[in-house]
């Protein structure tokens, strides 16, 4: 029997804000525990919670960025569980009305466009975290993290494979960075997904019971997951056993997924509106301002570069991965380099030695206005491409040097006069007359040959478009 | 100084007939007297009370005296104050420190005012007899058989014994109106929102509000001056203009209308009660107000939503006492869950525990939508009949509670009775309405109020009526030990 894969994820994005969701402490990352934590994040009695306004701007950003309705009225519930990390015994979340409903993201998977469509976003709160083995027997708990706004995004079951999991999982990672609502740190948990797998006969109507695999914070990970769960539950189903829906969690050293003990997932949550907060109230001004501030979305970016600047789909899709690589390519482009050359260049040169050093564009040693004069300098003959490549590994090492002198102390400059060209055009048209004769019997491989000869007596200084050209020329009028 | 309002102590003070540090002392003495037998206090600091009061002579010395300036106040011990014990009248927190003020309590300090103690009340402030302290039993100083009422029962026998000339109380479903109403004070429950809840230990977030308790209306005008003041650190506080509540109390009520609710004053009413309000009528036409009938339909149905809300709120406003963070912690536990369970067994009184239960029951998957949901479907129709009755008159005339204080220990093994003292006052809470409850006369030689409930924000009003009502009228200047 052949089967359907059915992937639906939750991800829950942390929002860059300077202060938590419900009170005025800080969310930096990183710092000593419980150095974050107040009074609310304590949940002192008498305390009570102060929506972040940014917080509610953040989410509103998201949702029209992905096209999706904003709740002009929303309502913060109580999801109530106890555990240590949750210092009030409940989680401010939102419920039944959710601020974003109805968006949809386009992902491109080999090739192939498919939207999948976000069936809501809602603010919460996040919880701290339980620290072991650091205390004799004891559990330490760390509320730095606790009030930290997140924003989760639930897709409707819309992706059939790893791959398009994967794919919708790192067009949300790009979106929610571009639009600088998080930092899009998976490592310290700023992007974390829930992935909820079934599998059906192909073409049945019926859905399959899913498992929720919790917490994944790597795209290999999730791959990895998926992938293992798939085959899992076909072959739990082929066995004839029934799936039972748990949540499960991927365990990166064994490469398993292995449902969680039903104690810990056995929550009735009484969720019900926290008479602490006044429903949320949003008005179409306050959408349309935020709407102003959008700025292009990568779905434009990555059009404008395939229609307007005519670069292939693989390479414009390098270049928006990354809001601050699409800057620093535009920038390029506006001080009037060509498009394609520098498209090659970033995607094909720059990529690969931020690759691997295992940079990102932020950290690369050249500076930029060498970078444009090392396009220039290709664009404008001065040099050839591979001499570009060698200069732009010794301004690698050091950034210091010049692009200009370099090409003056390498020697790199390459001839295009035609008056000096020519000579030595004659000379090898002299020199191989065997070549000549293949050529002009239809051996284009001959051809190749004459272009290298003047190549090499030019000690590869001569402009070898322009040597072909001239050959050619040459060759066909005698 | 005994039997002063605070209008008398403030001008005694600006004429250095006494001193703060005198008037606190003399506060001080009357608890060290009286409270082992009343138990109205948790929490008695004299070194910081005088402490304040020295600063308080000071701004004095310095003609920076307003309103409240070197007053003693009695705080429920639901408010927060730094370096205080906080209890909430529970086992759960009786090693409690705040390391912060409540709005309630800043505001006073602010003034000047001086805290006098923390005032013993019903264990996270449910019960109506203040039998579920964690703390003992109040006494009612009319007699000490009786309960105060409950929730705010320390703060009413503190003033009602002579122990302060004021307190502050908070209000659920009744908690300053009815142990005013039982021990002959006047006690207001303001507009929800209009006096911060910050730092003020939660029981039913949607229903509870401070407010102040004391002898007359005038009193407690002066109470909510200070009282009533926006605070950003809660969202359900109303930014508006500050009022000042003394300003209207002498103003005429010729050609006033207030409302008689059918619904309150019908055969189920004692007969005692009855007659006592119809006196209150009386004097209130004889000022020139018209009395008229009017309907609050669905007001019967009020204890029932109560015992939805108000428990489901609790339940989730107390699942923060687990042990974890502060507080009581089980000594003894061999994991998590025991900690959690011995923690809230041993840290909770019965009446928390079941309205705990209630709480939970009523929040739970499959019985949401028929407990919680319509609960407040008909709290919005309870507050509607307040909307429409309003159109009618200036404000409405009800008991304050259904009869006067009981024996200690007489309903403790009842619930439901114990609930049913409630059913006058929690219509307003549910509605988020002022009312205020003052003296009405006595039965039995125990004393009873009448509630005045007004629309939102008029508070001016209501204590506008109360006061034209004490001037031709003199049950508000009985105490206990006096002419009866």
Known sequence: MTWDIVIGIETHVQLTTKTKIFSGASTEFGLPANENACLVSLAYPGTLPVLNKEAVMKAIKFGLAVDAQIAEYSVFARKNYFYPDLPKGYQISQFELPVVNHGHLEINNEGVNKKIRILRAHLEEDAGKSVHGIMDNKTGIDLNRAGTPLLEIVTEPDMSSAKEAIAYAKKLHNLVQWIGICDGNMQEGSFRCDVNVSVKPRGSDKLGTRREIKNLNSFRYMEQAINYEVSWQIEQIEDGHDIIQSTVLFNPDSGETKAMRSKEEANDYRYFPDPDLLPLKISQKDIDLIRDSLGELPEECLKKLTVDFKLNEADASIIVSDKKTYEFYQSLVASGLDAKITANWIVGNLFAKLNDHELSIDDCPIAQEQFILLIKRIMDQTISNNAGKKIFDLLWEDPDKNVDTLIDTLGLKQVSDVSAILPMIDEIIQNNPEMVEQFKSGKDKAFNALVGQVMKISKGKANPGQVSELLKEKLTKS | ?484
């Open chain 2, 1 to 484: 100084m005994k039997d002063l309002s605070l209008n008398e102590l403030n001008q005694g003070l600006k004429n250095k007939d006494f001193s703060s540090v005198e008037l606190t002392q003399y506060y001080l003495n009357q608890i060290k007297d009286l409270n082992t037998e009343i138990n109205a206090f948790i929490t008695i600091d004299e070194e910081k009370s005088i402490q304040q009061a020295q600063q308080a002579d000071q701004l004095i010395s310095q003609n920076h005296i307003s309103e409240l300036t070197g007053i003693p106040i009695a705080q429920k011990d639901i408010f927060c104050a730094s370096s205080w014990k906080t209890t909430c009248g529970s086992k759960m927190l009786d090693n409690f420190y705040a390391p912060y003020d409540s709005m309630v309590v800043d505001l006073f300090n602010k003034c000047g005012a001086i805290n006098l103690g923390k005032t013993n009340m019903d264990e996270f402030a449910m019960g109506s007899s203040n039998e579920t302290s964690y703390f003992g039993a109040v006494k009612n100083p009319w007699n000490i058989d009786f309960v105060p009422g409950g929730s705010s029962g320390g703060s009413a026998a503190a003033v009602a014994s002579g122990m302060a000339p004021a307190a502050t109380a908070t209000d659920t479903g009744g908690s300053i109106r009815q142990p005013a109403s039982l021990c002959n004070l006047t006690g207001l429950k303001p507009t929800y929102g209009l006096v911060s809840r910050f730092g003020m230990i939660a029981f039913a977030s949607s229903l509870d509000q401070a407010g102040p308790m004391a002898k007359t209306a005038e009193d407690c005008a002066l109470m909510l001056n200070v009282m009533a003041d926006f605070d950003e650190r809660d969202s359900t506080s109303i930014k508006r203009d500050k009022e000042n509540y003394t300003q209207s109390l002498n103003a005429s009520l010729q050609g006033k209308t207030i409302g008689i609710p059918k619904e309150f004053f019908n055969d189920e009413l004692n007969d005692d009660v009855k007659i006592i309000l119809e006196k209150v009528m009386q004097a209130y036409q004889s000022l020139g107000v018209n009395i008229k009938e009017i309907s609050l339909p669905n007001s019967q149905l009020s204890i029932p939503v109560y015992y939805v809300i108000a428990p489901a709120e609790a339940s989730s406003n107390l699942s923060r006492y687990d042990g974890v963070k502060f507080g009581y912690r089980a000594s003894n536990y061999k994991d998590l869950e025991e900690m959690y369970l011995k923690t809230r067994e041993e840290g909770f009184g019965d009446e928390v525990k079941r309205r705990i239960l209630v709480g939970t029951y009523v929040l739970s998957a499959g019985y949401y939508d028929a407990y919680y949901l319509k609960a407040q479907k008909i709290r919005r129709l309870i507050a509607d009949d307040f909307t429409k009755a309003f159109t009618e008159c200036d404000l409405i005339l009800a008991p304050s509670s259904p009869s006067t204080a009981f024996k200690i220990g007489d309903k403790t093994e009842d619930p439901v009775a114990m609930y049913m003292q409630d059913m006058y006052t929690i219509s307003t809470n549910l509605a988020g309405l002022p009312a205020i409850s003052a003296p009405a006369g006595f039965i039995n030689k125990m004393p009873i109020g009448f509630q005045l409930i007004g629309n939102y924000f008029e508070e001016a009003k209501i204590l506008n009526f109360t006061h034209q009502y004490q001037s031709i009228s003199d049950w508000h200047k009985y105490s206990p030990g006096g002419v009866l």
